[in-house]
């Protein structure tokens, strides 16, 4: 340890003399509260060495609040996968990302459908929009009723699909002959593709979402990586070890100056041992 001089042009009293019946503890106290009182660069390492510890208690008790926060995390999610359906894995963002992408490439068979009505450019835009936005709406309603085991609900919308892809099929076919030219196979063959196009985005757009992991356990997830914070340990020991720092440069400076006029009814390593032990006291008043 580097030891610091208290000494300056005018000199620093000497130690106190030992009261009667006096402790070593409580004498060392009284002592380094005079020096404390008297010595600029005492009092200054003082201050940082109480700030620094201050600084590196509050860290510690932070770090062991999101120790707790994150073992309690890890064990809702422990709990919440046990309960989920072991098939349903897909990442719950990546799943809804991917159904969201199937809805918009079901813009391109919805404005092939649209141009059956027979209607002007912005009206078939604008049907195309309506289309794609059911046909992506029926992927998400069909995930929630099956979700919620809402068997009513999942074979009225099953019907309520089955009957529009067929209303669209038709349409296709009429337009493919009448505005076309084509004749009844090669129309009903396009026709047929382009409704099963429909169809399959829909299909893959709900077996995405119907696989994504449940909501319970994507916020458990959440929490785990929220309460994970790897900085705050490492902010923590270096805390630590500065105010370890600052703590040694005060006790140099507070021993050097205390053996200068060791009181002889206090033995020397009773005397050491006496000082580490109030400014532990005092650094967390």
Not at 109 to 132: K, M, N, R
Request: hydrophobic share 50%; with cysteine.
């Amino acid at each position: 340890m580097t030891l610091h001089t208290v000494a300056d042009p005018e000199g620093i009293g000497q130690p106190p003399m030992l009261g009667a019946g006096e402790s070593p503890l409580s004498y060392a106290m009284r002592a380094i509260g005079g020096l404390v009182a008297e010595s600029p660069l005492a009092h200054q390492q003082f201050q940082d060495a109480r700030h620094d510890r201050a600084v590196a208690d509050r860290l510690q008790a932070e770090t062991v609040r999101t120790g707790k926060e994150a073992t309690e995390a890890n064990a809702r999610l422990f709990a919440e996968r046990h309960k989920a359906n072991p098939y349903k894995r897909i990442n719950r963002t990546l799943g809804t990302c991917l159904a969201a992408g199937l809805a918009l490439l079901d813009l391109v068979p919805a404005y092939w459908t649209a141009e059956a009505f027979g209607l002007d450019q912005d009206a078939t835009l604008i049907v195309t929009v309506l289309l794609c936005v059911a046909l992506g709406g029926a992927m998400w309603l069909l995930d929630l009723f099956v979700g919620k085991g809402q068997r009513l609900a999942v074979r009225i919308l099953g019907g309520a699909l089955g009957a529009g892809f067929v209303a669209l099929f038709l349409l296709r076919f009429s337009y493919l002959q009448v505005v076309g030219g084509e004749d009844g196979w090669s129309a009903a063959g396009q026709a047929f593709a382009l409704t099963g196009l429909s169809a399959a985005l829909v299909i893959v757009g709900f077996v995405l979402l119907s696989h994504r992991m449940p909501k319970p356990v994507a916020d458990a997830e959440r929490h785990v990586r929220q309460a994970a914070h790897p900085r705050a340990k490492s902010a923590a020991q270096a805390a630590s070890a500065k105010a370890a720092m600052s703590r040694a440069a005060l006790e140099d400076t507070v021993v050097t100056w205390a053996l200068s006029g060791e009181p002889a009814e206090i033995g020397h390593e009773q005397l050491i041992r006496a000082l580490d032990q109030a400014v532990g006291i005092l650094l967390t008043r």
